[in-house]
């Protein structure tokens, strides 16, 4: 196949060495693009937290200023859905690469302004409101960078191996935990406490500017996918995709969100929540928890390829399917270390749950994707992964914590996990198998 690049057509044969070059050069730019883009995402997870409840919500208790401050916090997965429609639509219009570059400097730019945004008592109700219409931008970015970044490997790939291309976009998630948890884990336990809440947690949002320059130096050098310069040269792009992608994919969209349920919820309590849970049970600091989170985001980079390689090999439901049944088996034993645990049991405790997070998180993105034709992919695709962010993840942490403060008990969390769990194995009995299917072939999708 020959594709494009400044009407220059080049070689990109199945077995040429430039479309072996092109196919590193993507998976790269798909792993590297989505660290950044969730490494500022974490660090505002993290910063919500530890620092945001008394910057920006100095009068409340701490329970309402929790509440407050993971309501803002899940206000960015509201604004998801919305920008994988916004963003999904130019990426079935325009191609892969041209949108994935905006998605990028839009998230850079959101995120470096969060480490210069004045706290409420310096510009009074002003900041958290700003704080909630960064947190939308944030949340717009993220929206529509997943697809993207997912589709620039896979569709560049070796379709036999597309669980594991695909799981290099995936692989933003541990590597952006580690860079961004790191982070505040380094400045936490290096500055004093007033040093750390005054000015220590805003290093890492304006170093966002400078991995925003990397991402855009190699975003900037990968061609547009043979798959999606194939429909633009056939003129199969649709005027709408967006609303094609509903009107024809409806169910695959709809059951993607619920596939997501035991992956995304689980994980920003395994993430997000942990941190002020264990804080509040024991004599234990924040660093500590953040170090823990850290090795399980580790394990992680580790976990995530190898379950991607397994599901090419004996399909995606098979290993999915296995990490969401796990995650509801150890939802008890879980909050039960964390409650009644040492140091060590509480340390391998996080670990272990993103790991599992890991068994799952790899395999999805190809699981997914696969089930819509290249010409509504990345809509579709956004669409169903983003739609899980309002009902699954960004609620979660505030469920939670309001469960852990009307029952008294952490194990009314733990039958949330449960429930999580229950509706991710529905949704993915219900979905079709593709593992094996030519994603390159839309007759395949055909009603």
Not at 55 to 65: E, N, V
Not at 176 to 188: E, P
Not at 288 to 296: D, E, M, R, S, T
Not at 426 to 439: E, F, K, M, T, Y
Request: net charge positive.
């Amino acid at each position: 196949m020959a594709v494009k690049d400044d009407g220059v057509a080049l070689n990109l044969d199945p077995d040429s060495a430039r479309r072996r070059a092109q196919v590193r050069r993507a998976a790269l730019a798909s792993s590297i693009g989505t660290t950044i883009e969730w490494y500022d995402f974490f660090l505002y997870n993290t910063a919500a937290a530890l620092v945001f409840p008394h910057l920006f919500f100095p009068a409340s208790t701490p329970y309402a200023g929790a509440m407050a401050s993971f309501a803002t916090y899940a206000v960015g997965f509201v604004a998801r859905p919305l920008g994988a429609a916004i963003f999904g639509h130019w990426g079935d219009r325009i191609g892969r690469k041209a949108t994935l570059i905006v998605t990028l400097l839009v998230m850079g730019i959101s995120s470096a302004i969060v480490g210069i945004l004045p706290g409420t008592a310096a510009i009074g109700a002003a900041a958290p409101l700003l704080l909630v219409l960064l947190r939308l931008v944030q949340g717009l970015a993220i929206g529509g960078e997943w697809s993207g970044s997912v589709l620039i490997a896979m569709e560049w790939g070796d379709q036999r191996k597309r669980g594991l291309l695909g799981s290099f976009a995936q692989l933003g998630v541990p590597m952006g935990l580690v860079l961004g948890t790191g982070g505040m884990t380094l400045l936490s336990a290096t500055l004093s406490a007033q040093q750390f809440n005054s000015w220590g947690w805003r290093i890492p949002f304006l170093f966002s500017l400078v991995l925003v320059a990397v991402g855009l130096l190699i975003r900037l050098s990968i061609l547009e996918t043979p798959m999606f310069a194939k429909v633009t040269e056939e003129r199969k792009t649709a005027r709408v995709p967006v609303v094609d992608a509903i009107r024809q994919h409806w169910r695959e969209i709809l059951l993607s969100a619920g596939l997501r349920f035991s992956e995304q919820m689980p994980f920003y309590l395994f993430t997000t929540f942990v941190l002020i849970y264990v804080v509040s049970r024991h004599e234990f600091t924040r660093t500590f928890v953040l170090k823990a989170v850290l090795a399980g985001a580790v394990c992680e980079l580790f976990a995530i390829p190898l379950f991607s390689h397994l599901s090419d090999r004996f399909g995606r439901k098979r290993i999915y399917l296995t990490g969401s049944v796990l995650t509801g088996l150890i939802a008890y034993p879980y909050f039960a270390v964390l409650s009644h645990g040492g140091a060590a049991p509480i340390f391998a405790a996080v670990v272990i749950s993103l790991f599992i997070h890991g068994l799952q998180y790899g395999p999805q993105a190809a699981l997914i994707a696969e089930n819509f034709p290249t010409h509504l992919r990345y809509g579709g695709a956004g669409l169903g992964y983003q739609l899980a962010s309002v009902f699954a993840g960004g609620p979660a942490p505030l469920i939670a914590t309001w469960l852990l403060h009307k029952t008294g008990t952490p194990y009314a969390i733990s039958a949330y996990i449960v429930f999580a769990a229950v509706v991710t194995v529905g949704c993915g009995l219900a979905l079709p198998n593709r593992s094996q299917v030519d994603i390159d072939d839309a007759a395949v999708y055909s009603r």
